[in-house]
């Protein structure tokens, strides 16, 4: 699976939209693009996943660029409970085999 | 729903020891993959049960081993424990398709805390 490269940190203001960037410019042509998120102490939480159209649902809206070297999570309405650490992961499913690397830390600050 | 489970959610073993560790994969799901979570890293792929069979495995020695029953449920094992097998062991499980596919994602248990002293 390619791998991905995501900031290290980013702050948010509670209310804002939050607009999480990855780079994965090494991408096949049958990997998906997947987040998921991981708050304190818990398990990850899947978010969304596409493989080249934008997607939403009701947690999230993922926007995949055209040649599919980059993607960006969108938090519409960020609140203080979405403060985690997000992991972009590109794969041939969801499910198999998963490298989260070290994601992004997310403060939504009130 | 139940979810994942695991269990137990905290343990405390001495290094040398083993450790059999638990879990019960969410209603409807078949597979059950392993993960290692260090402090401060993001979680590490085990390995992976399909069918009570071991169908990949990520860059961990033969200290770990592991086992998937008929209703799913799997075991993790860690022989001659080592301290630096502290971390948070998560289960994650999923429905396999049959074939590779990208609309299947996996949903992960709160994972138990391992301390090796």
């Known amino acids: 699976d390619a791998k991905t490269t995501q900031p290290t940190s980013m702050d948010c203001a509670e209310g804002r939209a939050a607009n999480l960037p990855c780079n994965h410019s090494?991408?096949?042509?049958?990997?998906?693009v997947y987040w998921y998120r991981q708050i304190h102490s818990q398990g990850p939480q899947y978010i969304i996943h596409?493989?080249?159209n934008n997607e939403t649902n009701e947690m999230a809206s993922l926007i995949i660029t055209e040649d599919r070297k980059s993607s960006t999570l969108i938090l519409p309405h960020a609140t203080l409970r979405d403060t985690a650490v997000y992991y972009c992961i590109v794969s041939l499913t969801g499910a198999n085999n998963l490298f989260f690397g070290t994601g992004t830390r997310l403060t939504v600050i009130p | 729903d139940a979810g994942v489970t695991q269990s137990p959610t905290h343990l405390i073993k001495t290094r040398g020891q083993q450790v059999t560790l638990r879990c019960s994969p969410k209603?409807?799901?078949?597979?059950v993959s392993w993960y290692q979570q260090a402090l401060g890293q993001g979680p590490q792929f085990i390995f992976q049960?399909?069918?009570?069979?071991?169908?990949q495995r990520g860059n961990f020695p033969d200290r770990f081993s592991g086992h998937q029953f008929p209703n799913y449920s799997s075991e993790l094992n860690v022989n001659a424990l080592l301290l630096g097998d502290s971390a948070l062991y998560l289960c994650a499980s999923s429905s396999r398709t049959g074939r590779f596919s990208g609309d299947t994602e996996a949903f992960f248990g709160q994972g138990t805390r391992l301390t090796v002293v």
């Open positions: 596409g493989l080249k």
């Open positions: 049960y399909y069918e009570e069979e071991e169908r």
């Open positions: 090494t991408i096949s042509g049958n990997e998906y």
């Open positions: 209603s409807g799901h078949d597979t």
